[in-house]
């Protein structure tokens, strides 16, 4: 039998007003795009058609399909920057010789966690040749070691440089307009580079000035560092929401797919009928996007493993093709 190419056959499916027919088309084909679009039920016409399928329920729920009433919802409104860790003021100090002499002993590594008043090393004085300990003045991290046991250091000789990491700046790097358009109290998430691992916190501020060398302002946040594993120096990558603009119907990306050229979500009807919906689509952010047209509220769409509904459906018009 000969069938409908499938562009018209395609065609005739979206625009579900006009059902074009081809005037040499047998009226057995002309039948099903009727009944597939009057009658959500007639499963076996559905099956056949190239823009709709039927998935029995237990296969749908082995494959992981979802679906969910389509709702209003939010679409953030965010930028992705880039940015340094780097140390908060007041976070570095040293650990100094008070009185000049030899160094009797020195007690800590470079990458050692030390608190503060833990004695580090042991110097005899020169002026009364009793040994005194110099200890830690912060509690953190040895990041610098500047003696030898047995050298001679004088008075106020730097002998360890300390870091407390357990809190650390993110300092983004914001360009043009976005400068006034992202403010202080709006949530950052932070991804490490190495591991992709994030942290969720609070942009503190917008620094004034700009910075001449990128032509770009500096928003901070404050980072906790829990893993200890978020070290100055390093750049991250970081995603500030700026706002949420309510949007009438959203849908999740995971629910797009492209299908002869055109972005489509899939929406049962029954528990086994998915069929194709072109859709318009509007604003969208990192995990969903405003839908215009081509969809109403409530409809059931395919949130999870939408792909294997497109297979399926795919499938199904290349036999229709034959
Ligand atoms: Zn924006």
């Not at 500030?240 to 603009?245: D, F, G, L, Q």
């Not at 059931?300 to 493993?305: D, L, M, R, S, T």
Request: charged share 20%; glycine share 8%; with cysteine.
């Amino acid at each position: 039998m000969k069938a409908l190419p499938l562009a018209a056959t395609l065609m005739a499916c979206w625009l579900l007003a006009a059902c074009g027919r081809s005037p040499d088309a047998p009226d057995e084909t002309s039948q099903v795009e009727a009944d597939a679009h009057q009658d959500a039920d007639a499963h076996a016409d559905e099956a056949e058609h190239a823009d709709s399928t039927v998935i029995p329920l237990k296969i749908a729920t082995d494959s992981g399909i979802q679906v969910a009433p389509a709702a209003a919802g939010t679409i953030a409104d965010e930028h992705e920057v880039q940015g340094l860790l780097t140390p908060v003021d007041g976070s570095i100090a040293q650990a100094v010789a008070r009185f000049p002499g030899p160094v009797r002993a020195l007690r800590a590594n470079v990458g050692d966690t030390v608190r503060a008043g833990q004695a580090l090393a042991s110097i005899e004085s020169n002026l009364s040749l009793t040994s005194y300990s110099v200890s830690a003045p912060i509690s953190g991290v040895i990041t610098a070691r500047n003696a030898q046991v047995g050298g001679a250091v004088g008075e106020g000789a730097p002998l360890f440089e300390i870091a407390d990491l357990s809190m650390l700046w993110v300092d983004l790097h914001i360009f043009g307009r976005d400068t006034q358009h992202i403010t202080a109290g709006v949530p950052v998430t932070v991804t490490r580079m190495t591991d992709g691992v994030s942290e969720t916190t609070t942009l503190e501020r917008v620094l004034p000035g700009t910075a001449t060398a990128s032509q770009s302002t500096v928003a901070r946040a404050v980072l906790h560092n829990r893993d200890g594993l978020w070290r100055p120096g390093a750049a991250v990558k970081a995603r500030i929401v700026v706002a949420s603009t309510p949007a009438a119907l959203v849908v999740p990306l995971t629910a797009l797919q492209t299908l002869e050229g055109r972005e489509v979500v899939f929406v049962r009807t029954g528990d086994d009928t998915y069929t194709a919906h072109p859709v318009e689509l509007g604003a969208r952010d990192a995990t969903q996007v405003a839908v215009l047209s081509g969809i109403a509220l409530g409809d059931a769409v395919v949130v999870a493993q939408s792909y294997v509904v497109k297979a399926d459906i795919g499938k199904g018009s290349a036999e229709h093709e034959h």
